[in-house]
Nanobody, 123 residues
């Protein structure tokens, strides 16, 4: 079983950058696709990005528009989410999770959620 812990959130200015990390425990990390989601206050959790187990395939939400990059280092059991050109609307709690279904954009197809890391962007 894989357990995930997010880190790297914090406060940033519009136009700045942040890199979030999702660190896994467990020996089977490299077998699973991993996704990032976010949830802003009063809104539903939404898909941000996902990466296949090998890292060869990456999937992004339409709103990302080239500002986010997902990557992984299986040797370090870590998935990263690099965010550039931060916007106030990026303010949310960001979660990573393990894909356990075929739809990488659906929160219901993920499990083993981390506790989340807060990102706050000021204008």
């Amino acid at each position: 079983q894989v357990q995930l812990v997010e880190a790297g959130g914090g406060s940033g200015q519009s136009g700045g950058s942040l890199r979030l990390s999702c660190v896994a425990s467990g020996r089977t990390f490299s077998l699973y696709a991993i996704g990032w989601f976010r949830q802003a206050p009063g809104k539903e959790r939404e898909f941000v990005a996902a990466i296949s187990s090998s890292g060869d395939s990456r999937y992004y939400a339409d709103f990302v528009k080239g500002r986010f990059t997902i990557s992984r280092d299986n040797a370090k059991k870590t998935v990263y989410l690099q965010i550039h050109s931060l916007k106030p609307e990026d303010t949310a709690v960001y979660y990573c999770a393990v894909a356990d279904g075929p739809d990488y954009r659906a929160p219901g197809h993920f499990g083993s959620w981390g506790q989340g890391t807060q990102v706050t962007v000021s204008s």
